[in-house]
Antibody, heavy 122, light 107 residues
Framework: QLQLQESGSGLVKPSQTLSLTCAVS??????????WNWIRQAPGQGLEWIGY???????DYNPSLKGRVSISEDRSKSQISLTLRSVTAADTAVYFC??????????????WGRGTLVTVSS | DVQVTQSPSSLSASVGDSVTITCRAS??????VNWYRQKPGKAPELLIY???RLQSGVPSRFSGSASGTDSTLTISSLQLEDFATYYC?????????FGQGTRVEIK
């Protein structure tokens, strides 16, 4: 059974860089038909898609993050990484890693990690 | 971006009630809408994909439909575990976007 586990810095200072990793187990990130996404949820708020990596390294990001974000993969470690630069308090959120199933005509997030809370504070 | 507007933002119901949640997209997204349930402190879990297809393992009391720019999620007989927050999500085009959420509370 595929499992995703987020980890990384839980406290980041304003203007610094947030770095998170998603470890994928029980399956391969190289499998066709899937992309690997980051989604976040500010305290008491809704869900915001950050971006994804797919098809051997191609990426797509939410324009709302204005070029501050990058997502990469390490196939040897079966990990997906998120980097968010120049963070502010508005970036405080629970960050989820999720798989987007693209096998059929319609795409959906079918596997999620538990999420990790990142707080931006001095 | 495709905007999705979800309503109501909250509702109160009793165990056994039937409830309906609506999601309206800013443009036609055909059947590219998914529904998730999120329990407090947990990750969202997929309930319905492609507007009306039940995810494997999800109880049949959940159903979905779509017409034009509107999609609906219906829970036919609320159970205790269904008191949670529900989100719709469009998968028509990136950036993928979610509705604002509907909190289902116990009356």
């Amino acid at each position: 059974q595929l499992q995703l586990q987020e980890s990384g810095s839980g406290l980041v200072k304003p203007s610094q860089t947030l770095s998170l990793t998603c470890a994928v187990s029980g399956g391969s990130i190289s499998s066709g038909g899937y992309s690997w996404n980051w989604i976040r949820q500010a305290p008491g708020q809704g869900l915001e898609w950050i971006g994804y990596i797919y098809n051997g390294g191609r990426t797509d990001y939410n324009p709302s993050l204005k070029g501050r974000v990058s997502i990469s993969e390490d196939r040897s470690k079966s990990q997906i990484s998120l980097t968010l630069r120049s963070v502010t308090a508005a970036d405080t959120a629970v960050y989820f890693c999720a798989r987007l199933n693209e096998l059929g005509t319609y795409w959906y997030f079918d596997v999620w990690g538990r999420g990790t809370l990142v707080t931006v504070s001095s | 971006d495709v905007q999705v507007t979800q309503s109501p933002s909250s509702l109160s119901a009793s165990v056994g009630d039937s409830v309906t949640i609506t999601c309206r997209a800013s443009q036609s997204i055909i059947s590219n809408v998914n529904w998730y349930r999120q329990k407090p402190g947990k990750a969202p879990e997929l309930l319905i994909y492609s507007a009306s297809r039940l995810q494997s393992g999800v109880p049949s009391r959940f159903s979905g439909s779509a017409s034009g720019t509107d999609s609906t999620l219906t829970i036919s007989s609320l159970q205790l575990e269904d008191f949670a927050t529900y989100y719709c999500q469009q998968s028509y085009s990136t950036p993928w976007t979610f509705g604002q959420g509907t909190r289902v509370e116990i009356k």
